[in-house]
């Protein structure tokens, strides 16, 4: 009860504090109108709360201050049910109330919950149940939402659980505290000063994590350093552990495939070598001395340059079962990523994965789950989906999104990509006929796996507003929801996210909504529409680099991705191109090859087409493009516009920042439209279609731009 009170008073503290500068995330709990929303009192009258174990304490806490911050009363909490209105909560062990309820509990699985209006003894009260404890913290998050977005309290009857199992994010944080691709400040880890002080923030990194259904976190980046797997920082990994415990995130690491040699000092790190086995095996015993419930590894193998199994001549199924091996007997898992090509091989790119992995198909340990990226080249800000899905029935997949925005405009573009994700996940793969959708390949449920997963590529950082901007923070929330479950849709993810994150009153919440839904296809415009991808200028992928052509690798230049010419653009993946096509499904793949059924916004990737191919609106492609770019420019200036007129419902820091971040990207989706249009035109010599503005510089100014200190370097 002490402890009830003391959280409740540091809460109140903090808030007044911190004021609106998005600290608190989409978890406000600012007092709600009571007039608007009068049943609120009658539904929050007191907490029954049952064992204080640290996650029932967790959830305890939350929606103790959570509930009296939305009700603006502190509510009261006690053992037995005192009043309607009470809020019990627990599992069947830790509350004889809920043990004795009929409430089909056996539907929320292991992590899910059940939220139900009951009667006892003449009282009318809500349950929230679960299985397990992180459940029921689950489900007090939910209920949180359910009055942060002024939903209906009586009757309720929910069941909730997750689709996948590990829904985890992974941080590109290196040790140093850059964060790779990171746009948001420094790493939240403060590994220096770990394991001494363990900052606050990783207590808040874990409530938001948990209410929207994260279970897990792998600490450090793919591009990995081995001294992350030392036992002093082993120690300090414990330390986060510790804190992210209660809230049901899991720590997981990433393992470089070299540390046998780098920390081990042996001579090979080839992963069938017993001395090799015998060192994993002792690191994964030493890594759970720490943190018993270490999640596993995630593996990034050669990959741009990361050492892996095929340094040895061995494929990725030894490199990750060498790992899996040892991790088995602690119930850990290996992620080994999918993302891989190869300078060497001449084909594709986007062809190398499936090359590579298909013929592995069931060669994987039980305990290893193959990390696939979204599309099949590279987080861009549009591709079809990645072959791999629905082509290895026999292993597990997961998906890996990137939350952070590296390829749509870093912080300050204001794009949401639970549409982005949807895209994907409804995606049809046509393996098993109609509705063999991407989703139901990663929910396990269309080849029966044992494992199941979603990942995100963290956008967090020191930033007060932890995403880098405000919007941004929509997207971590979207990861989440959608690991949860992959079928929701990215519109009413956006309008909880909008009423939890600023105000309920539909005059705000229905324009913000709708902006929140164009924005990424407003990005993809003025950045390369039609299919066109990596466009990016070399290495900070922060503005139009079209013209590169000298990198060393043919597949790091956009030219190799476009291939412009004075006839045509695109890339060529059908039959007589690169055949790409044909690792889809054949009735997927025929759709592909086919450009008058490719669905336009792939027809870039999949074709080379002539300038004056006739485009589906009637334009000429050439035409069809410009007018792409300029309507993306366009949509950001409506944004702009429509974000200034509401101004009256939100805080006037948070209003100002996103203000500003409008008018940088309004000033930059100009600079990506008026540099590719003049980068083509190069090219080409065609005249602009009538009534389009030239690029506002020449062409040789924008290949003069360099921006050496751009953030979130690789
Ligand atoms: C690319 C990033 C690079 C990452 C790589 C990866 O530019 O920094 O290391 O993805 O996923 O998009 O490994």
Known sequence: ???????????????????????????????????????????????????????????????????????????????????????????????????????????????????RSVSIAGRSVTIIAANSETGVLYGAFHFLRLVQTRASLDSLDIVSHPRTQIRVLNHWDNLDRHVERGYAGQSIWDWHKLPGWVDTRYTDYARACASVGINGTVLTNVNANATSLTPAYLEKAAAIAQVLRPYGVRVYLTARFSAPIELGGLATADPLDPAVRAWWKAKVDEIYRHIPDFGGFLVKANSEGQPGPQDYRRNHADGANMLAEALKPHRGVVMWR??????????????????????????????????????????????????????????????????????????????????????????????????????????????????????????????????????????????????????????????????????????????????????????????????????????????????????????????????????GVGFDRGPKGSAATAQYAPAAGRIFADR???????????????????????????????????????????????????????????????AAFLAIQEQEARWWRDACIAYFQSVNGLPLPAGFAPPANSLDYYKALRFPYAPGRG
């Open 338 to 567: 999918a993302f891989v090509y190869s300078n060497e091989t001449p084909t594709d790119r986007a062809k190398q994965a499936y090359d590579e992995f298909v013929p592995l198909d069931g060669r994987f340990a039980d305990n290893v789950i193959v990390q696939v990226k979204n599309g099949a080249i590279d987080f861009q800000p549009r591709e079809p989906f990645h072959p791999l899905f629905g082509a290895m029935p026999k292993t597990p997949l997961m998906m890996e999104v990137q939350i952070t925005k590296e390829y749509l405009g870093f912080a300050t573009h204001l794009a949401y990509l639970g549409t982005m994700w949807r895209e994907t996940l409804s995606a049809d793969t046509l393996v098993k006929g109609k509705g063999s959708t991407v989703a139901r390949v990663i929910d396990g449920e269309l080849h029966g796996y044992r494992m199941t997963g979603m990942a995100g590529v963290a956008n967090i950082g020191t930033d007060r507003n932890w995403s880098g901007s405000h919007f941004d923070q929509a997207n971590w929330f979207a990861f989440g929801r959608l690991a949860w479950n992959p079928e929701e849709s990215a519109q009413a993810i956006a309008e909880d996210w909008t009423r939890m994150t600023f105000a309920n009153d539909p005059a705000f919440v229905s324009p913000v909504v709708a902006m929140m839904m164009g924005s990424r296809e407003a990005v993809v415009n003025y950045m390369m529409p039609l299919g066109l991808a990596h466009l990016f200028d070399t290495g900070h992928h922060y503005g139009p680099g079209p013209w590169v052509n000298d990198l060393d690798r043919a597949d790091w230049n956009p030219t190799y991705y476009h291939r412009a010419d004075a006839r």
């Open 1 to 115: 009860m002490n402890r009830i009170v003391t959280c409740f008073a540091a809460f109140l503290l903090a808030g007044s504090a911190s004021a609106e500068d998005g600290y608190d995330l989409w978890l406000r709990y600012r007092a709600v109108e009571a007039a608007t929303y009068p049943e609120l009192r009658a539904r929050v009258r007191q907490l029954v709360v049952p064992a204080w174990t640290p996650t029932l304490g967790a959830a305890a806490d939350e929606l103790q201050k959570g509930l009296s911050g939305l009700a603006g009363i502190d509510v009261p909490v006690g053992d037995a049910v005192a009043t309607s209105g009470a809020i019990i909560f627990g599992t069947p062990r830790s509350s004889p109330l809920i043990a004795g309820a009929a409430l089909g509990l056996e539907r929320a699985g292991p992590e899910g919950y059940v939220i």
């Open 596 to 658: 008058d059924k490719v669905p336009e916004q792939f027809l870039l990737w999949f074709h080379h087409l002539p300038w004056d191919y006739k485009t589906r609106s009637g334009r000429p492609l050439w035409d069809e493009l410009v007018w792409r770019y300029s309507h993306g420019v366009d949509v950001v200036r409506q944004m702009r516009a429509q974000w200034q007129a509401l101004a009256p419902f939100v805080d006037a820091e948070r209003f100002a920042q996103t």
